[in-house]
């Protein structure tokens, strides 16, 4: 078998969301922190040009790339709200911001390659990297800086095999959020090394307490040549099950690319395209309901949680994440984690998946009954510790 995937493990976040899910169909009562995704359905109004599309008989495959309509809007999308000037030729849709990455690291890597990857992290990139038979290189950021990897620090893993440098603002698991200044400094430094940016945005709208999002290929005409720009429907539109993301690629990069998906998945799903299109172009927000609910469950998880005595809590900027500091328990995030499923049925992730095993995540895409009684268990488990 091939060793590049013999050698990967499964996704545990994928794994302890469907195990909470199974739990609570079987009518324990849990209280799950694990969602990787909104707890909202779809908005109305991308079901709808989805069902009209199935109605007009859009059943069948699009080109390898995404309908072309849906490319323009995408690219549309980049320039109005990122700064970004990619053609619509620059664009690939795939099936989720996950699928987008893979096609990336799949095409970017030659054996032996380096891509460069802060940490914590989230979990796929080093997998994608080692599948595609490259090696992953870790940034070990620090609690003081809000996790995030500094200039100085990126300089520093640089090698003669540095292929790329992975971002991911704002983060999952930390929801920590880099500034302007700060993404500058990192984009110089890349452009400089002739390295590729792979930046992650997909969390671009979950940005809290006036801070801006801020998309690096936007920094200079330099940077852009060497951008890739991830991003995609699941978090910002509630659309996790419809599989739909893309990536917006430098133009040397477009045909292996789209020659790896025409070979492997063709173009994503039709229907989902025309959801997706209408999510850019309707002029209806699609988190009109979910953001309001998000910044309040924001404030309320991270008050119960920084009452918690001994766990310690960096307030996250963005996505819909917490990283506590549990280290205090003695704990490794494993047996925390397994330990309070079982005594307290509560279920987190814990952040030995992320390389942090001083931190668990938990999701705040859930009640906020579910905030305030499931954080209650978790105070009483470190009570009885
Ligand atoms: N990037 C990050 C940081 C994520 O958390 C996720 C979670 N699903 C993805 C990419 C992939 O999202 P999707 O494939 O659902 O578009
Ligand atoms: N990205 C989400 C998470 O980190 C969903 C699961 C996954 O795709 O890994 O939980």
Redesign the pocket.
């Known amino acids: 078998m091939n060793k590049n995937i013999t050698s990967i493990a499964p996704s545990i976040?994928l794994a302890i969301t469907g195990k909470a899910k199974q739990m609570v169909a079987e009518g324990k009562n849990i209280y799950s922190f694990a969602a990787?995704?909104p707890d909202f359905d779809t908005p109305d109004f991308i079901k709808k040009a989805a069902e009209k599309a199935l109605d007009a008989g859009e059943t069948k495959y699009t080109p390898a790339t995404g309908l072309l309509s849906f490319r323009e809007a995408i690219s549309k999308k980049l320039k109005d709200e990122n700064g970004l000037e990619y053609a619509a030729s620059q664009i690939v849709v795939s099936?989720?911001?996950?699928?987008?990455?893979f096609n990336v690291m799949m095409t970017l890597c030659n054996v032996g390659d380096e891509i460069i990857i802060p940490a914590p992290f989230?979990l796929?990139y080093p997998e994608m990297v080692t599948m595609a038979g490259g090696t992953p290189v870790f940034v070990h950021s620090k609690e003081e800086n809000d996790y995030k990897m500094t200039a100085e620090e990126f300089k520093a893993a640089i090698t003669s095999k540095s292929k790329a440098v992975v971002l991911?603002s704002p983060?999952?698991p930390i929801g920590c959020v880099y500034t302007k200044e700060e993404l500058e400094k990192i984009a110089e430094i890349a452009v400089a090394n002739d390295l590729y940016i792979i930046s992650?945005e997909?969390?671009e709208k979950l940005i809290y307490d006036g801070m801006k999002h801020f998309s690096i290929g936007s920094t200079s005409e330099a940077t852009l040549r060497k951008t890739i720009t991830?991003n995609?429907?699941?978090?910002s539109c509630s659309m996790?099950g419809w599989?739909?993301?893309y990536a917006a690629l430098p133009v040397e990069m477009v045909k292996p690319v789209s020659a790896l998906q025409s070979h492997s998945t063709s173009g994503p799903n039709t229907f989902a395209q025309y959801g997706g299109l209408a999510a850019l172009t309707d002029g209806e927000d699609p988190l009109a309901t979910m953001y309001p609910a998000f910044v309040q469950r924001r404030e309320k998880m991270f008050k119960l949680l920084s009452e918690i005595p001994g766990v310690t809590c960096i307030k996250p900027m963005g996505?819909f994440y917490m990283f506590p500091n549990i280290s205090s328990t003695g704990l490794d995030s494993v047996t925390f984690s397994e330990r309070l499923l079982e005594e307290q049925n509560v279920a987190v992730v814990p952040g030995a998946a992320f390389a942090a095993d001083s931190n668990v995540r938990l999701s705040y895409a859930c009640s906020m009954e579910t905030i305030e009684q499931g954080i209650a268990h978790i105070r009483k488990f470190l009570e009885n510790i």
């Not at 099936?95 to 990455?101: I, P, R, T, V």
């Not at 995609?232 to 978090?235: P, R």
């Open positions: 976040t990787g995704e099936n989720g911001a996950k699928h987008s990455l989230w796929s991911n983060s999952n992650d997909i969390y991830i995609g429907f699941s978090k996790t599989r739909l993301g996505s």
